[in-house]
């Protein structure tokens, strides 16, 4: 079983104070969590630029503070966030694909057509 890196960090606490509307407690979750959010992200997109590791990382707290209430506690709290990271990464890394599948090559002549 997966096993949280910072075992003295109290993030279900933090989640409580969050709900509750604690903004100082919002504040060091993230800092907190954001080193094993960037080590989930970096893990997927390690072939894209740092801006999108930066942009995942934005979506996923993103996430995280939309839908902290949704939390049951069936898992522990930062393996959630690492969870919703990873999905956004694999979100990101589709859209990646995509992108290069329909956006022509610069060096194809029928490219401005």
Not at 10 to 21: F, L, N, P
Not at 33 to 42: F, G, I, N, S
Not at 93 to 113: F, G, H, N, T, V
């Amino acid at each position: 079983m997966w096993r949280c890196k910072r075992p003295e960090c109290d993030c279900e606490g933090h989640q409580r104070k969050c709900a509750d509307g604690d903004q100082s407690a919002a504040r060091e979750l993230v800092r907190t969590l954001t080193p094993m959010v960037d080590e989930a992200v970096r893990t997927i997109l390690r072939h894209s630029q740092p801006e999108d590791w930066d942009d995942v990382r934005q979506d996923t707290f993103r996430l995280v503070f939309k839908k902290f209430r949704t939390w049951r506690g069936e898992c522990p709290f930062c393996l959630w966030v690492r969870q919703i990271a990873i999905r956004a990464a694999y979100s990101q890394s589709r859209l990646d694909q995509r992108l290069k599948r329909i956006r022509p090559a610069p060096d194809d002549p029928d490219w401005l057509y």
